[in-house]
T-cell receptor, first 113, second 109 residues
C-alpha cells in the first residue's frame, strides 16, 4: 500500500533562518507531488506541484522553493524565513493531476518567531 | 477569478442531519471534492463528484449541480467524532485542486 511521510512534524524557527521540510512517498511510482500551506483563517493554498523529477511548478510568488531530487522525494526550502511563512505545511500526492484523490502527509507546523 | 465559498462555522446536535453548502466559480471544472480535517491533522478524502446528482457513501452524501456551481455535503446520524472542518475543493482547468476555507462543524451532545 502507498504511504506518505513528511518531517519534521513541528518546528520553531527564528526570522531569517533557513528551512527544509522533506516528504517521501512509498509504494507508488511517478506520483504527482504537492506542497500546500494552511495559514490560520485561510484555506489550503497550493504552493508547488511536481509531475516528475526536476519538474517544479510554482503557484504563487513567495519566499519558498521546492525541489524533487528523486521520484518519490519532495523538499520545501527557504533561505530566509519570514514571519508570514508560519503555518501548517502539507505534502500530498496523487495519481492524476487534479482529477483524483489527494493523499496528504501528516503535516508540519512551522512557527516563525 | 476563482472562488469557493462555504460557511465558516456550523453547529449541530448529535444524531441530527447537517448540510454543508459550497458554491464555486472556477475557470473550467474537472470535479468537486470534499475532505474532512480534524484539528491539527491532515485532510482525508470523503467524496468526489464530477457529474450532477447525489453520491451516497454511508452516513455521508455529496450533491453537485454544475449549472449552479453548487455542491453540498450531507452528514446523517451525526456523531461526536464528526466534529471537524469540512473542505470543499474544485479541480479547475489547470488540473490542480482549489480549496475553500473550510467549514468548522461542532457536534453537541
Amino acid at each position: 500500500s502507498q504511504t506518505i511521510h513528511q518531517w519534521p512534524a513541528t518546528l520553531v524557527q527564528p526570522v531569517g533562518s533557513p528551512l527544509s521540510l522533506e516528504c517521501t512517498v512509498e509504494g507508488t511510482s511517478n506520483p504527482n507531488l504537492y506542497w500546500y500551506r494552511q495559514a490560520a483563517g485561510r484555506g489550503l493554498q497550493l504552493l508547488f506541484y511536481s509531475v516528475g523529477i526536476g519538474q517544479i511548478s510554482s503557484e504563487v510568488p513567495q519566499n519558498l522553493s521546492a525541489s524533487r531530487p528523486q521520484d518519490r522525494q519532495f523538499i520545501l526550502s527557504s533561505k530566509k524565513l519570514l514571519l508570514s511563512d508560519s503555518g501548517f505545511y502539507l505534502c500530498a500526492w496523487s495519481v492524476l493531476v487534479g482529477a483524483g484523490e489527494l493523499f496528504f502527509g501528516e503535516g508540519s507546523r512551522l512557527t516563525v518567531l | 477569478g476563482q472562488n469557493i465559498d462555504q460557511p465558516t462555522e456550523m453547529t449541530a446536535t448529535e444524531g441530527a442531519i447537517v448540510q454543508i453548502n459550497c458554491t464555486y466559480q472556477t475557470s473550467g471544472f474537472n470535479g468537486l471534492f470534499w475532505y474532512q480535517q480534524h484539528a491539527g491533522e491532515a485532510p482525508t478524502f470523503l467524496s468526489y463528484n464530477v457529474l450532477d446528482g447525489l453520491e451516497e457513501k454511508g452516513r455521508f452524501s455529496s450533491f453537485l449541480s454544475r449549472s449552479k456551481g453548487y455542491s453540498y455535503l450531507l452528514l446523517k446520524e451525526l456523531q461526536m467524532k464528526d466534529s471537524a472542518s469540512y473542505l470543499c475543493a474544485v479541480s479547475g482547468s489547470q488540473g490542480n485542486l482549489i480549496f475553500g476555507k473550510g467549514t468548522k462543524l461542532s457536534v453537541k451532545p
